[in-house]
Nanobody, 115 residues
Framework: QVQLVESGGGLVQPGGSLRLSCAAS????????IGWYRQAPGKQRELVAT???????NYADSVKGRFTISRDNAKKLVYLQMNSLKPEDTAVYYC?????????WGQGTQVIVSS
């Protein structure tokens, strides 16, 4: 079992940067596929980026070149570095851990991009 806790959200101006963190617990964390998802008001939750235990990453087209996902298996941390933020990046960002049939979510962290 994995527990996930996000942090790092906040208010940032367009063009600015934020780094989100996802702290995990559990001895099998390194095997989990970790994803960052986001949900804007009135919209469905969407995938932002994923990273495997072997550090292979994948991104949604909307964030490619601006966001970077990374993980530290020893520290059980996953990061989402967000640069060149746009107002349309405003959402609650969630960390997800998936391994076979196990699927876990954090509580989310709010990101607001506004001038």
């Amino acid at each position: 079992q994995v527990q996930l806790v996000e942090s790092g959200g906040g208010l940032v101006q367009p063009g600015g940067s934020l780094r989100l963190s996802c702290a995990a617990s559990g001895s099998t964390f390194r095997f989990y596929l970790i994803g960052w998802y986001r949900q804007a008001p009135g919209k469905q939750r969407e995938l932002v980026a994923t990273i495997t235990g072997g550090y292979k990453s994948n991104y949604a087209d909307s964030v490619k070149g601006r966001f970077t996902i990374s993980r530290d298996n020893a520290k059980k941390l996953v990061y989402l570095q967000m640069n060149s933020l746009k107002p349309e990046d405003t959402a609650v960002y969630y960390c997800n851990g998936n391994l076979n049939d196990d699927d876990y979510w954090g509580q989310g962290t709010q990101v607001i991009v506004s001038s």
